[in-house]
């Protein structure tokens, strides 16, 4: 490419249509990287996102496991405590048909603080594994809490690291300059846009100018 602005022979031109075929190729190989530095962030988020879940299945399952085994054990304490009350109960209700009136009241005076005791006995039994449920309940939700936390958080870095490589990948795109020669052995600079190519030459007199016609930003802001 010329520019209006600076005369340039033939060599030049051979020179800057070198340095422009060089800048697309160092471009395309560059956007190729990116794409597959992202693929790979993307891949790696999934693959952590999966093994997440699956701990916190396994944990669940594990905590149910538990759980059920728990109740069982209790449900089958009560069960069999239930069955030596009844068994009680019905020899008491036996000895009072066989035995005169007299026995049986005092048989039956026998069996009430026996009865009252078994359902007590029976009603503390369920509120512990009630309660033992509850527990376990909660410790099965905090633990569900816990690993949906873990996983938002390593979600979280994965999105973090990727933005991370491709601001880096922006940064490095943004447009530069190629200093060159002229034939007359003037300096020149080639400027490029954000993608690699070329879209202007320009003389180091012109540029050098411009450029010390900007302010940087630490000189604004001691204004």
Avoid: C, W
């Amino acid at each position: 490419m010329q520019n209006e602005h600076t005369p340039m022979g033939e060599g030049a031109a051979n020179a800057v249509d070198a340095v422009v075929e060089k800048a697309q190729e160092l471009g395309s190989a560059v956007a190729e990287k990116a794409t597959q530095v992202g693929q790979a962030a993307a891949e790696k988020a999934a693959t952590v996102a999966t093994n997440v879940k699956d701990a916190a299945v396994q944990r669940a399952v594990q905590v149910k496991d538990a759980v059920v085994k728990q109740a069982t054990a209790a449900g089958q304490a009560v069960a069999k405590r239930a069955a030596a009350v009844k068994k009680a109960v019905k020899k008491a209700v036996a000895a009072k048909k066989a035995a005169p009136k007299p026995a049986a009241k005092k048989a039956a005076k026998k069996a009430k603080p026996a009865k009252k005791a078994a359902k007590k006995a029976v009603k503390k039994a369920a509120k512990k594994v009630a309660r033992k449920a509850k527990t376990a309940k909660k410790a099965v939700k905090k633990a569900a809490k816990k690993v949906v936390r873990k996983a938002k958080t390593a979600k979280k870095a994965v999105k973090k690291g990727a933005k991370k490589k491709t601001a880096k990948k922006a940064a490095r795109k943004k447009g530069r300059r190629t200093t060159l020669r002229s034939s007359s052995g003037k300096k020149l600079y080639a400027v490029r846009d954000a993608k690699g190519h070329f879209k202007d030459i320009q003389t180091y007199k012109r540029a050098h100018s411009m450029d010390m016609r900007r302010k940087s930003k630490a000189e604004k802001s001691k204004k």
